[in-house]
T-cell receptor, first 114, second 111 residues
Framework: DAEITQSPRHKITETGRQVTLACHQTWNHNNMFWYRQDLGHGLRLIHYSYGVQDTNKGEVSDGYSVSRSNTEDLPLTLESAASSQTSVYFC?????????????FGPGTRLTVL | DQQVKQNSPSLRVQEGRISILNCDYTNSMFDYFLWYKKYPAEGPTFLISISSIKDKNEDGRFTVFLNKSAKHLSLHIVPSQPGDSAVYFCAAEGTGNQFYFGTGTSLTVIP
């Protein structure tokens, strides 16, 4: 079955370390997204990609970067982790850029920055 | 600034009764809206959607209503079941399939 996976599911790191969260989808979807979920804020868009070599900033992109070298993967990198980046991170994908397209979410990664 | 708002963080409903979850948005350019359901330790899953050309969309026990003039949408669950207990997020689609999510409403259906 096609799916979207995230790894690791849980991660504890220290302030200042570089961390990479993996997202892999087997639907061959063009669009991929990274969100963070925080109490009182819902899900907020970090970065997104419409295809290979395409990346765009979302509303909370500071301190994060992504790269898209193939269709299946969109890794999220925290260049120098900060305690404010402690959160639950969700990856999502969708087929088209146009309207009415549902996004399908991965199971999430819980990141703790000490 | 939150463009999509869910003002009720939690809701408790008796099994068999109607659950009504509300959502307000500020951007009049939004014209596609979705509801997602989220269980603990899982990713959100799509529940139901509505385009602005409609004012109602129904799927089984779930109905979404859209009032464009009030910039308000609501999700009705009838009858509510204990398995419906979850966090519900509404979302509005902006340009390029970007979603703006509300803060979520935690629904508890009491057996």
């Amino acid at each position: 079955d096609a799916e979207i996976t995230q790894s690791p599911r849980h991660k504890i790191t220290e302030t200042g370390r570089q961390v990479t969260l993996a997202c892999h989808q087997t639907w061959n979807h063009n669009n991929m997204f990274w969100y963070r979920q925080d109490l009182g804020h819902g899900l907020r868009l970090i970065h997104y990609s419409y295809g290979v070599q395409d990346t765009n900033k979302g509303e909370v992109s500071d301190g994060y970067s992504v790269s898209r070298s193939n269709t299946e993967d969109l890794p999220l990198t925290l260049e120098s982790a900060a305690s404010s980046q402690t959160s639950v991170y969700f990856c999502a994908s969708s087929v088209h850029r146009g309207l009415t397209d549902t996004q399908y979410f991965g199971p999430g990664t819980r990141l703790t920055v000490l | 600034d939150q463009q999509v708002k869910q003002n009720s963080p939690s809701l408790r409903v008796q099994e068999g009764r109607i659950s009504i979850l509300n959502c307000d948005y500020t951007n009049s350019m939004f014209d596609y809206f979705l509801w997602y359901k989220k269980y603990p330790a899982e990713g959100p899953t799509f529940l139901i959607s509505i385009s602005s050309i409609k004012d109602k969309n129904e799927d089984g026990r779930f109905t979404v209503f859209l009032n464009k003039s009030a910039k308000h949408l609501s999700l009705h669950i009838v009858p509510s079941q204990p398995g419906d207990s979850a966090v519900y997020f509404c979302a509005a689609e902006g340009t390029g399939n970007q979603f703006y999510f509300g803060t979520g409403t935690s629904l508890t259906v009491i057996p």
